[in-house]
């Protein structure tokens, strides 16, 4: 048995152990949140609204997040866990999916209750990532006592994969080789006995990639081209945003495209200080923008000051490339709008 089982084994054995109990959400199902979710969605269904409103069925995960400071009933028994996986190496982590299940609907005034447990650890995975772990945990929402639904969240724990060299770092390096003249053994050019091109040539971190998949995978081929496209139902003509296998106006299946004119204002944004992430320099705004057709994207708000981006400010969208691979649609404020 190598090391990788003997991990593996000692992984499953918290299979089945609990990483939540008696679970409460901080607050009942009401209607604020409720309106909230709908308009940021653009999810106008009835079904939401009025005197008996039920909650959007995706909302299940809302209404028992425990927000910055987290739940109190969080297991020992996940925290060991993860622990585990830190000292192996895999100290990074991404959340990669979820799945949901709906036993009946949650109405305004129900008071939720979860219990988590560890449903199972994968074995040893490779990815672009880096090499880890997949970590699925499943929860049960309850009220009054009844199942509502189900909710299944998946983590990568991972060690992250040393990154190739970037092509443009790779350039600088040789750059500076050749005006130094300097190269010891290890390939690292120096000057004045001092290495200074890991430093000149250090790798440029690059932006998270999209998630494309068979749903989306029309958007970003259009994205490629400097084209937004937004789909339209065939049935009702509704647009939407994101793009959906099916309209949630009329149910139908069947849709085309139409292509945005590129205006829009900022209908509501955030200015992101912490956590820091690799590739973006905080402080800086990310805006949930309503375009001149009516629907909304979140991207970035370019080529502003963070503190001078407003509700309400019109802006103007831009294809920018970021690298070989990633051409991104962003906004910049229009002229005099700043």
Known sequence: MDDDDHLHLRLKAYEGRPAAVSGAGRDPVNAPMIRHWCEAMGDANPAYTGPGAI???????????GGLSGHAGRAQAYDELLALLDEAGCTAVVATDCEQEYARPLRPGDEVA?????ESVSRRKTTKLGAGYFVTTRTEIRAGGTLVGTHRFRILKYAPAAREPHPKAAEAATTATAATGNTPANGTATRNGTAT???EARQPELRPRPVVNRDNA??????RDHRFLIQRCAGCDTLRFPWLPGCNACGSAEWDTVEAGGEGT????????HPPFPAFSPPYAVGLIELAEGVRVISDVVDVP???VRIGMPVALEFRVYDDELTLPVFRAREGAA
């Open 306 to 308: 963070y503190d001078k």
């Open 114 to 118: 979860f219990d988590t447990v560890i």
């Open 266 to 273: 900022v209908f509501s944004y955030v200015v992101m200080h």
């Open 55 to 65: 909650a959007p069925p995706t909302m299940l995960q809302a209404w028992i997040m």
């Open 218 to 223: 029309g958007f970003w081929a259009g994205v």
């Open 197 to 199: 091109a890991a430093t």
